[in-house]
């Protein structure tokens, strides 16, 4: 049996888009039950028939095909439950604010739902509740959690302490703890209906509508990116993900958030790989490399290209929005172009080619690679600067300092070492530094109180 329910003013209308069926229901628990019940009937014609055909996810564009077998297939389904929830509330508060308009992106998108890698777990301590693979029951249970909170009648103001793992937070109130379990748990509370996109807050939802209006209301201009906003409060919130709060404890490099610096580990730091290809030898590390490798042991073309008269095939998305590019939009132009001597490149990876070889220019230390900024005339230049927290930039500045003074001690030595042995030829030693904190400077207004740019060498 679910958790309690919670409680919405507005009656739900949830449409199951599972292949023909429109099925609606007005609560939660019915809906999922009868999710349920497809599943069941791929269960049974699995058995009879093809087991690979089951793994299809027949919701409405969604296109979904798992590689784990059913179990991966079920949350993914219940997940479509949930995100029909978050669109149906969308629809409810967007039809509050009509001057917003109505979402521009498209409905291509709308059924595109994340990956669900594992089962929802719960991480409250001493609770002991088997994980979760309908996200609806799982955020029902963890808001449970700060129900079950004793806290005094009529005082909003209270402490309450999060019983997360590891998480030391304190709220006023239960209401907030609420909202500060979302950030454990990443439940998003709204998505809109007409992209799909999912949202913390109904505040998020509006600035998504917002940023569609017309480039003259774009009045803020980020000097980092270029991307412009609305209102100063969107360009401050857009600045804030480009500062690096992260430092990886293996290397130099820094990340704005912790999800970025778990991945900048996964990919650079560890050999692991635990996805397999079934038809070869094939490993990798996330399951989006092994779905696109999946596609070249396919004896038909996946991708059609849809311009009337154009007979192009692909075995994979890439090639065939590359195809596009290139042959029907006219995109495929050198738009890459080198700030010191202003020569053009079709390919990011072309200049940094020539970067590297006729320039000498070697990215910071930490750092895969060159990233590219594109200015007001539409080339796309090299990036000279990263934010990062002041907090983070005193803590690379005292690790350089050590670094300095242990260099310093080594080279004593030799020196040393070089007076006791007067036979020995002095070895020149010539270091060329390049992609180093050089000098530290305020960043243009909208100025942000925590950070600072760095700039680079280059």
């Not at 009879?48 to 299809?56: G, I, K, L, T, Y």
């Not at 937070?169 to 998003?188: C, D, F, N, W």
């Not at 030799?414 to 000098?439: F, I, N």
Request: net charge negative; charged share 30%; with cysteine.
């Amino acid at each position: 049996m679910p958790p309690n329910k919670r409680i919405h003013k507005k009656t739900l209308e949830l449409e199951c888009e599972w292949g023909t069926c429109q099925e609606s229901f007005n609560r939660m628990e019915n809906f999922c039950k009868h999710a349920e019940d497809h599943l069941n009937v791929l269960d049974v014609m699995g058995e009879a028939e093809d087991v690979e055909a089951e793994r299809n996810c027949l919701w409405r564009d969604c296109g979904f095909c798992s590689v784990e077998g059913s179990e991966e297939l079920r949350r993914h389904l219940f997940f479509h439950c949930y995100h029909t929830k978050l669109k149906q509330f969308g629809e409810q508060v967007l039809s509050g604010q009509p001057e917003l308009g109505t979402c521009s992106i498209g409905f291509l998108s709308c059924n595109k739902i994340p990956e669900i890698p594992e089962n929802f777990v719960c991480l409250w301590n001493e609770c002991e509740q088997p994980p979760f693979e309908n996200p609806e029951w799982f955020y029902r249970h963890v808001e449970m959690h700060s129900l079950l909170i004793d806290v005094p009648a009529g005082d909003c103001e209270f402490p309450v302490r999060c019983g997360w793992k590891d998480c030391e937070a304190t709220t006023k109130g239960r209401p907030k703890l609420r909202e500060h379990l979302r950030s454990h748990t990443q439940e998003k509370v709204v998505a809109c209906p007409g992209c799909g996109g999912m949202y913390a807050n109904n505040t998020k939802l509006f600035d998504h509508m917002i940023r569609q209006k017309d480039m003259e209301g774009q009045r803020f201009q980020c000097s980092h990116c270029s991307k412009r906003f609305a209102t100063e409060r969107l360009l401050r919130d857009h600045m804030r993900t480009h500062v690096s709060h992260y430092k990886c404890p293996l290397c130099d490099m820094t990340c704005p958030s912790p999800s970025a610096l778990r991945n900048h580990i996964k990919f650079r730091h560890s050999n692991e790989k635990p996805y397999t290809c079934d038809c070869c030898e094939y490993r990798c590390k996330n399951l989006i490399d092994l779905r696109k490798h999946l596609d070249t042991h396919s004896s038909e073309p996946t991708f059609h290209c849809d311009i009337t008269g154009c007979s192009f095939t692909s075995r994979t998305l890439s090639t065939m929005k590359l195809h596009h590019k290139r042959e029907h939009e006219g995109r495929f132009a050198a738009r890459y172009k080198c700030h010191v001597c202003d020569k053009c490149f079709t390919r990011g990876n072309s200049l940094t080619v020539h970067l590297h070889k006729k320039h000498q220019f070697k990215w910071p230390s930490g750092h895969p690679r060159f990233r590219y900024k594109e200015h007001e005339d539409g080339f796309l230049r090299l990036q000279l600067i990263r934010y990062e927290s002041v907090e983070l930039t005193e803590q690379l500045m005292r690790e350089r300092q050590n670094r300095q003074v242990e260099e310093d001690e080594d080279l004593a030595e030799e020196q040393a070492m070089e007076q006791e042995s007067p036979g020995m030829t002095p070895v020149e030693v010539q270091v060329e530094l390049r992609g180093v904190l050089l000098e530290e400077q305020r960043a243009e207004e909208p100025t942000i109180s925590t950070e600072e740019a760095i700039l680079y060498n280059l």
